[in-house]
């Protein structure tokens, strides 16, 4: 499974980017996707998942209401509509996928950055 991740930016407090994440290879359609954030000096920290069939999503406490996570099966491809964007979201974002929701995320995009100004 190939990860592909785009859409970062600069954006002032306030603002919005929708990140996006191609996963290739067969098996990706039916695995789960996540998106994860790394700030500089900090640890990386789950943002949010959806399931295979999209029916399922979970977000980190600091996104819940801001972001949204949705994907497109037939593009095979992950989103992230992120808004009222903040400082603190300031980070490298990864998409990361999984085969079940027991499995760890064992597969990685190379990251974006997003960056908000106040």
């Known amino acids: 499974v190939q990860l592909q991740a785009s859409g970062g930016g600069s954006v002032q407090t306030g603002g919005s980017l929708r990140l996006s994440c191609a996963a290739s290879g067969r098996a990706s359609v039916s695995y789960m996707l996540g998106w994860f954030r790394q700030a500089p000096g900090k640890e990386r920290d789950f943002v949010a998942s959806?399931?295979?069939?999209?029916?399922?999503?979970d977000y980190a406490d600091s996104v819940k209401g801001r972001f949204t996570i949705s994907r497109d099966s037939a593009k095979n491809t992950v989103y992230l509509q992120m808004n009222s964007l903040k400082p603190e979201d300031t980070a490298v974002y990864y998409c990361?996928?999984?085969?079940?929701?027991?499995?760890?995320?064992?597969?990685w995009g190379q990251g974006t950055l997003v960056t908000v100004s106040s």
């Open positions: 990361a996928a999984r085969p079940t929701i027991l499995s760890q995320y064992n597969y």
């Open positions: 959806i399931s295979r069939t999209a029916g399922n999503t």
